[in-house]
């Protein structure tokens, strides 16, 4: 009489449980972690008032502090200045608020809070994509403040209600399109101090070499060549466009296309270097 054996049982790898035991995220599902990531985000953000420093006081003390110092030499008064300056400090207050996202990302990966991420059955790219949706909260905030100084110290937009928005719409969407260079920075950056280092060194140059303070043609001719085609500049003439006429000019299409090249390098850079984090 033959007897029967079992098979021999093989040992089971602990990576294996895992995977097993992973389940697959659908995209109603990965959405609404993403905008709980967002809500995470923003409560970080209320819990911590120095995060608001660059958002709130920032739009107020540079529009101030440019309008007042240099509207008479450049424009010969304040009120003949302001609608240069204006658009140029939406510009530069937008871009230079979009540099936190990758010092935020920074410490968060320091401090080992995406090691929890990872211990979470959720969507691996909703701790990323929900801080970038949060930001959008703060760029609106830093423009209207922006322009409502702006108001308030004599400041008319010739291009009404919807020629202001639209301004404020392309400013969001460039320093949202920005952030993910600053995000990719943040990822292989060994700490927040050099996040923001570099950061400043890359942003500093643009907003400054810019035709965001001063008039293009009152620069020597090197520099005014480098302004010319200085993404920001382009960003800054569209917004005045945009706010002081009206007018949707070639400029809006210059300042999306090279928010569509920022993207198209930086987020697969952001996310790869991301992933090797998760």
């Known amino acids: 009489m033959s007897t029967l054996t079992a098979p021999a049982r093989q040992p089971v790898r602990a990576a294996d449980r895992v995977a097993s035991a992973r389940r697959h995220v659908s995209l109603s599902e990965t959405l609404s972690q993403t905008m709980m990531m ?35 030499a450049i424009s010969g008064d304040v009120g003949s200045y302001l609608p240069l300056i204006i658009p140029g400090i939406l510009a530069q207050t937008v871009l230079t608020t979009c540099m936190a996202t990758g010092t935020q990302l920074r410490e968060d990966l320091t401090k080992g809070v995406f090691d929890r991420f990872k211990s979470l059955p959720i969507a691996r790219i909703a701790p990323l994509a929900g801080p970038m949706i949060a930001d959008l909260v703060r760029y609106t905030i830093a423009s209207a403040l922006t322009f409502g100084m702006g108001i308030l110290m004599g400041y008319r937009p010739g291009g009404g209600v919807f020629g202001t928005l639209g301004a404020i719409v392309l400013s969001i969407v460039t320093g949202w399109s920005l952030a993910w260079a600053f995000t990719w920075v943040g990822t292989i950056a060994r700490s927040a101090q050099a996040v923001q280092g570099i950061s400043m060194m890359i942003m500093f140059p643009l907003t400054f070499l ?41 400029e809006v299409a210059w300042t999306l296309l090279a928010c569509l090249v920022c993207v198209a390098v930086f987020a697969p850079l952001a996310v790869r270097s991301y992933k090797r984090h998760i």
């Open 210 to 250: 810019s035709n965001a303070f001063v008039p293009v043609d009152t620069l020597p001719s090197w520099l005014a060549a480098f302004v010319r085609v200085n993404p920001v500049s382009h960003l800054v003439t569209a917004s005045r466009d945009l706010a002081n006429t009206g007018v949707v000019s070639g």
């Open 38 to 72: 967002a809500w995470r985000a923003l409560k970080k953000m209320v819990r911590n008032p120095e995060q608001f420093v660059d958002v709130a006081l920032q739009p107020i003390l540079f529009t101030a502090m440019f309008a007042y110092v240099f509207g008479g």
